[in-house]
């Protein structure tokens, strides 16, 4: 299919947000789920993955993490999984709008299915911004695409471990970012399948608050040693983005 313009891309209450990064551009819905900065910041963290390396982004949503990697990375292809098909064709037809159908698919899938597709131990990276909350807690009176964005609904943290592991190469590299309020749950599942924390740094939003993300690497099979990163703080005091804000950013 072609279209005449951008706009002719978009579908009703979407809209096209420039990434601010190599002139590329994302397709949102301003009604549903929109991404945030912890899905940039983590595609900042994982940017250093080795060359030609094939990437698996679960819950991959419109695309963000796989986008920003296609061009901070050095990355073969990425393989970005999302079970909501209207979601998914947002991040096929972001995809076409920047160039990237040679380097980024979508899957429409469960992630729990994903064994039937991928094959066990081919992937070198995993990268996940995966729902923060457990069922039946928090605002829950939301519409069903934030709500499946959001909590455990249609994956649960265990089982996105679970997979990662599967699917990850003997030494393959898994990066993650979650609410420092999961970290006991998130450390103990990631001993359970095998791939353990080697960097977690924190997310502050401002120097006097306490931290609102944590950003965490593992290697698969690696032996136990675990380096806690200089955190890293989004705000000034004057509410202004501090400087490595701004340079995560591109500007």
């Known amino acids: 299919m072609k279209w005449g313009t ?11 947000h420039d990434l601010g990064y190599k002139n590329w551009k994302i ?11 912890d899905s940039v910041i983590l595609s900042d963290f994982a940017k250093e993955i080795k ?13 963000i993490i796989g986008l920003l990697l296609c061009g901070k990375s050095k990355l073969k292809n990425v393989i970005g999984v999302e079970i909501q098909k209207h979601v998914a064709d947002m991040a096929e037809r972001s995809i076409k709008l920047n160039g990237l159908e040679n380097k980024f698919q979508i899957i429409n899938e469960d992630i729990n299915n994903l064994g039937k597709i991928i094959d066990k131990q081919s992937i070198d990276v995993v990268v996940t911004n995966p729902p923060y909350k457990k069922i039946n ?15 455990e609904v249609k994956c649960t943290l265990e089982e996105i471990i ?4 599967q699917l990850l190469k003997y030494d393959g590299a898994f990066y993650m970012v979650h609410r420092p309020d999961r970290l006991t749950d998130i450390l103990f599942y990631l ?8 960097l977690i740094k924190f997310v502050y939003p401002k120097p006097d608050k306490p931290p609102k993300l944590v950003l965490i690497k593992c290697i698969k099979n690696a032996n136990q040693f675990l380096k806690i990163e200089k955190p890293l703080i989004i705000y ?6 501090t400087e490595e804000i701004l340079k995560i950013y591109n500007k």
Request: include cysteine; proline fraction near 1%; hydrophobic fraction near 30%.
């Open 6 to 16: 951008m706009e002719d891309m978009l579908k009703d209450n979407e809209e096209i």
């Open 27 to 37: 397709i949102q819905n301003r009604k549903e789920f929109c991404f945030g900065i």
């Open 51 to 63: 060359a030609g390396s094939t990437v698996l982004d679960l819950g991959t949503g419109t695309g």
């Open 137 to 151: 807690t928090g605002v829950t009176n939301i519409n069903e695409a934030k709500l499946i964005s959001r909590h």
């Open 162 to 165: 679970k997979i990662s592991e």
């Open 191 to 198: 001993r359970k399948y095998k791939l353990e924390p080697k």
């Open 236 to 241: 000034k005091e004057s509410g202004e983005y």
